[in-house]
T-cell receptor
Framework: NAGVMQNPRHLVRRRGQEARLRCSPMKGHSHVYWYRQLPEEGLKFMVYLQKENIIDESGMPKERFSAEFPKEGPSILRIQQVVRGDSAAYFC????????????FGPGTRLTVT | GESVGLHLPTLSVQEGDNSIINCAYSNSASDYFIWYKQESGKGPQFIIDIRSNMDKRQGQRVTVLLNKTVKHLSLQIAATQPGDSAVYFCAENALQISGNTGKLIFGQGTTLQVKP
């Protein structure tokens, strides 16, 4: 049973470009969480999605960031017009029921903005 | 506001010794706590969890203690091994809060260094 998969593992973008990060949850999981980790810091919640629905986006910046989890295919975190401050590791986690059960994390995507 | 914090940024122990990593939380409504291990370049790996109706839970070589009175959480690792070297994060959730969406609040992390 494959774990949570994220791609790409490393992504380099120039300022002003768009970044697309993909997350495939564990088989059978329909709940996806995105977290951001700055260097030497803990993870910060960004957004929680179920299939085709955004449930909680209280941690998402109001501009340039968006997320989706379509009926078919992976969850996508999209960052438009990236700036240097967006450089971080972005982790996706999935869970079976969404509350009160274990969240399984992917290996992360390390975004570098030059 | 809500916060989860670690008492020490780095802990250095001798191989074979026991390790204790501490965590303080401020949200008294939190009722679910998890310890994660993160190795360099990897995602967090679940170690052990505990709910607020318990004060102790044991796993393989690990024990989590919860003191709700002082809002303190600790992770004990028995017979620490070089492979235990990593950053350890505590995380919390308030499952019983109406509208809770399961998002985790993470602490800053403690780096565990195991000396051979």
């Amino acid at each position: 049973n494959a774990g949570v998969m994220q791609n790409p593992r490393h992504l380099v973008r120039r300022r002003g470009q768009e970044a697309r990060l993909r997350c495939s949850p564990m088989k059978g999981h329909s709940h996806v969480y995105w977290y951001r980790q700055l260097p030497e810091e803990g993870l910060k919640f960004m957004v929680y999605l179920q299939k085709e629905n955004i449930i909680d986006e209280s941690g998402m910046p109001k501009e340039r960031f968006s997320a989706e989890f379509p009926k078919e295919g992976p969850s996508i975190l999209r960052i438009q017009q990236v700036v240097r401050g967006d450089s971080a590791a972005y982790f996706c986690a999935s869970s079976l029921t969404g509350t009160g059960d274990e969240q399984y994390f992917g290996p992360g995507t390390r975004l570098t903005v030059t | 506001g809500e916060s989860v914090g670690l008492h020490l940024p780095t802990l250095s122990v001798q191989e074979g010794d026991n390790s204790i990593i501490n965590c303080a939380y401020s949200n008294s409504a939190s009722d679910y706590f998890i310890w994660y291990k993160q190795e360099s370049g990897k995602g967090p790996q679940f170690i052990i969890d505990i709910r607020s109706n318990m004060d102790k839970r044991q796993g393989q070589r690990v024990t989590v203690l919860l003191n709700k009175t002082v809002k303190h959480l600790s992770l004990q690792i028995a017979a620490t091994q070089p492979g235990d070297s990593a950053v350890y994060f505590c995380a919390e959730n308030a499952l019983q809060i109406s509208g809770n969406t399961g998002k985790l609040i993470f602490g800053q992390g403690t780096t565990l260094q195991v000396k051979p």
